[in-house]
Each structure stands twice: as structure tokens, then as C-alpha cells.
């Protein structure tokens, strides 16, 4: 099977790791940083999807702010994520990572008009499934 068939659910890896709004920079460090993660999806209350904030993004908050560590997340989160369904291939994860400039989409279940994050689809899960596919012909 070429793998830019597979679907997301078939191809997503881990599932989502979270932080809300609220929460400090600082904590969101911390926990990247245990975690070994590059982002973290930002939720509402309900669970709903209300952004990212990433490695750059905290970065570009040491840069900009003294008291980085205090700021919430939603002083540095992006608000504007680009989403795949679950249905979708990962084909178009790969188009959309190229087209965006991104190097990371967030694979949402919908609830009405609403977004829940399931996983989150990196370049680094694409290698995974070229070095997978890669291993099966030799």
C-alpha cells in the first residue's frame, strides 16, 4: 500500500498533548520539554480546539518579553491551525505541510461546527512511514 494512502487515524502515532489558554509559558516549557515535543495543542475548557503554541513561539516570547515565564498561552499561541480529518490521507497531510510551510497539522474530530484534537500529523511521523515503507522493499 503506498502510504499517502493511508488515512490519518491510520497513520497518526500518538495522540494530542494539551495545554489551555491560561496557562503559563512557562508551565508549556516544562512540559514540552518532558514530554519531548515540539508543540502543544491549546484547548478551551470543553476540550475544543483553540490554537498551538510551539517551540518557536516561546522562543520568540524570551526574545520579546522579560518575564516570559508569566505570560499566558495565549500571548503566544497561533489561533489560525491548519486541521485535517481523520479520514483524510496522509497525502494531503503532506500537501498541506508544503503548502503552508508547516511542520505540523492537527487531526480534529468535528462536533458540529467545533474542533476536538485527536493527534497531532509532524514531518517527523512522515519519515516514520517512508522508513517503514522503506524497510518492507529492502
Not at 59 to 81: C, G, H, K, N, Y
Amino acid at each position: 500500500m503506498d502510504i499517502k494512502n493511508l488515512t490519518v487515524l491510520q497513520a497518526k502515532r500518538y495522540g494530542v498533548f494539551t495545554c489551555f489558554p491560561w496557562d503559563t509559558l512557562g508551565s508549556v516549557a516544562i512540559q514540552m520539554f518532558q514530554r519531548d515535543v515540539s508543540a502543544l495543542v491549546v484547548v478551551d475548557g470543553a476540550g475544543f480546539l483553540a490554537g498551538i503554541v510551539t517551540r518557536t513561539d516561546l522562543v520568540r516570547a524570551l526574545a520579546i518579553e522579560t518575564d516570559w515565564q508569566e505570560q499566558p498561552v495565549s500571548s503566544a499561541m497561533t489561533i489560525d491551525v491548519v486541521t485535517i480529518g481523520l479520514h483524510e490521507s496522509l497525502g494531503l497531510v503532506v500537501e498541506l505541510l508544503l503548502q503552508e510551510h508547516i511542520h505540523r497539522v492537527v487531526a480534529v474530530e468535528y462536533a458540529g461546527d467545533r474542533q476536538r484534537p485527536v493527534a497531532v500529523l509532524s514531518a517527523a511521523d512522515i519519515i516514520y512511514h517512508m522508513a517503514q515503507e522503506a524497510e518492507r522493499r529492502v
